[in-house]
């Protein structure tokens, strides 16, 4: 059967009905856990993005299976949300019905990708029986204090009517709606992710990880090596601290900064100043965090009256307030180093404060005010001649032993808001009684089920509170009427801990049973979309921390190694959105050419990491490739059954091939394992041509050798067109199936060649000379010559226009 859709069904039908996929417990000690980030379940059918996620990566895990590793391969539903509510409100089908149909549906298409995911470990997080767990986990931070309550200023989407976490504010937006965020003091749950900022950055030192992802948690982290160094206010016996780190500077404060919030602002502010005062803090209450930090925003800001006492030299200095100081920072209070800090230098030239310069550049090149780095000398005081970073020392030691100041480490990290005014997510297990407070929701009582007939309509408030049956309870305490919390969980709460569930789904005594995670993870390798960077993939880190510290799990971190794939634009080069009209769906690609053709093209047409604009030129020419490897097929069969005069033996002919066949094994097992599969295709491609030559080339033929590398082709193959080479291997005559063979292993020995040295020109000067194989073609000499680090120095940014191969002396490389 040539290969085509119809190949495809064939084999999806036979791998479920012979369970090919299916975890083994018992090997558990070869286990290897691959996870794909789970899907939202839109109301869409699947994309290309989804298949340029779970395709290659599908891709891999064949690939180890066929390496003798158990894989475990799990797929479920991050099913609770606020777009299936909005879909609610606009239509008036229930989040519930649209969420379990469009959950079926995308089963189906997963199952008809062809992904090796095995479907009894599924996960769908609106699901009492997961959500129950969800809601366990929360009363298990709240009995510790890492779940709390506090009123604070929190971020809001007007849009979504709801809070928002500052993770999900993207410059000023939501990161839902892209409507602009504004500021509201509410009331609302936390979760003390701040308690393990330090752990959450030093372990980023030990994962396989993305370089780009770890430093944008690092600075989403956000450490700061500093020290709190008291103030005296003067006349008044009032002390503040500000939070520095440059106290090497200390000698060029010349003015002090509170944030306009701070409660000491009303105790020191002079009956002169008070309205300017009240006015301003008026004034900055109405800004955003992020407006406030605006580097572009002129600065502002008003004297109080009062004035501070410098710690060492006692002079007086203005105490100001103004927004650029956040209350939330720090002590927020500031020591402004106008000579040396750009904002307080804005500030001083706009309000005529005194400018003192304390550090000197090294040289007079960078003479100039202000901002210095760390690295230049001091020139104030006692400590002139000191490099900064020692005098920072020296100067806080000095204080310190006056009780005047403390070394003192802040973090920009701020906790996990996770409460949501919102229906559809998992209700917050808590009551509220006016006699006993708070009180936990009682394990025995879990789940506290979200109510199915509810008014969705978004008000602002949890749409839960107009549900009398839902609100109204006894308090488990006292008896007494109480009422619950009308609030949700934030749907990054069910995605955090997702994945420790997979192994243990169907456990209804505990979330997970610990030995047998302890075995299961961490995650081996996760792939999904970078821009989960400081969301899900940090919450999922606290999230597992918190229960490895309350005893339920033994490791540290949830995914050793992490991979993101690119993303696959529209063909104008813009993200694929329905409004924009620009949305590729895989569905009549793999109508006319099969799943393994639009998978091989994903995989061979875009750098995984990458991705790109999507264009369909290639797509063809990788249908060809699949049809040709076909015939290639048909011709050896025929060759196999009608061999005419055979050796034993291995000539020229059998070493040439051998080495283009192991060649393609080193090659195809190395670029698939960093999932470079574009140069992994290209050197199955290469394998092909070097078997057709040896098909059409040589009469006299070794069948043993010949038929090992075809075998071998076709298992080289398996992982990336699966399907169609199940089929080739049924073909072939062999044992079912493909994936239960064994990943063919490189020989270096034949790998060996014997090498010429040859000269490299670029532009007809000769800039090198390499070693390359003596039997080489053009194409290899000329992709070593280019692939040459000291030759690409030279073809830096300039224009191959041509390059000849004079055969076993030199390269010339033509250049514009
Ligand atoms: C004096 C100074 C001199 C400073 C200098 C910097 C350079 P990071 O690295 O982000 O932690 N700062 C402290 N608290 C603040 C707050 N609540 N709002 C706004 N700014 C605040 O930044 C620490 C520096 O930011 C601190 O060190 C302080 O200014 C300022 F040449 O103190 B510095
Ligand atoms: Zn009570």
Known sequence: MAYSVDVDRKWQKRWEETKLYKFNPENVDKKLYCLEMFSY????????????????????????????????????????????????????????????????????????????????Y?????????????????????????AYRKKAPVNWCPSCQTVLANEQVIDGKCERCGTEVTKKDLTQWFFKITAYAEELLEKLDELDWPEKTKIMQRNWIGKSDGAEIEFKVDGKDLTFKVFTTRADTLYGATY???????????????????????????????QSEIERLSTEKEKTGVFTGAYAIHPLTGEKLPIWIADYVLATYGTGCVMAVPAHDERDYEFATK?????????????????????????????????????????????????????????????????????RQRYWGAPIPVIHCERCGIVPVPEEDLPVLLPYDVEFAPTGESPLKKHEGFMNVTCPKCGGKALRDPDTLDTFVDSSWYFLRYPDNKNDKEPFNKEWINKMLPVDKYVGGAEHATMHLLYARFVTKALRDLGYLDFDEPFKSLVHQGTILGP??????????NVISPDEYIKEYGSDVFRLYLMFGFAYSEGGPWNDDGIKAISRFVNRVERFIDKFIETRNNPGKTKDEMGKDENELNYVRHYAIKGVTEDAERFQFNTAIARIMELVNALYKYETDVEVKNIKFYEEVVTDLIRLLAPFAPHFSEEMWEKLGYEYSVFNQIWPKWDEKALQRDVVEIAVQVNGKVRGRLEVPSNATDEEVQRIALSDDKIKSYLDGKEIKKVIVVKGRLVNIVVK
Not at 258 to 286: F, G, M, N, S, W
């Open 41 to 120: 379940p839109s109301g869409a059918k699947l994309h290309v993005g989804h298949w340029y996620n779970y395709g290659p990566t599908d891709s891999w895990a064949r690939m180890k299976r066929m390496q003798g590793y158990e894989v475990f391969h799990p797929m479920g539903f991050d099913a609770f949300g606020l777009p299936a509510e909005n879909y609610a409100i606009k239509t008036g089908i229930h989040p519930y019905d649209s969420t379990m149909e469009n959950i079926r549906t995308m089963e189906k298409q997963l199952r008809e990708m062809g992904a090796t995911f095995d479907w009894d």
């Open 122 to 146: 599924e996960v769908i997080t609106c699901l009492p029986e997961y959500y129950k767990w969800t809601q366990w986990i929360f009363l298990k931070l709240f009995e510790v204090g890492l």
């Open 256 to 286: 002090v900064v509170i944030a306009p919030e701070h409660e000491i602002v009303d105790l020191i502010t002079t009956e002169e100043y008070k309205q300017a005062v009240e006015e301003y803090k008026e004034y900055a209450r109405k």
């Open 351 to 419: 309000y005529n404060l005194p400018i003192k310069r304390v550090i000197k550049g090294i040289g007079d090149i960078d003479d100039s005010l202000p901002f210095v780095e760390f690295g230049k000398l001091v020139d104030s005081g006692e400590f002139t001649g000191l490099k900064s970073e020692e005098a920072r020392i020296k100067i806080v030691e000095k204080l310190k032993q006056e009780g005047r100041a403390e070394f003192k480490v802040n973090y920009r990290l701020r906790d996990w808001l996770v409460s």
């Open 572 to 581: 104008d080069g813009s993200r694929m959105s329905k409004s924009k009209g």
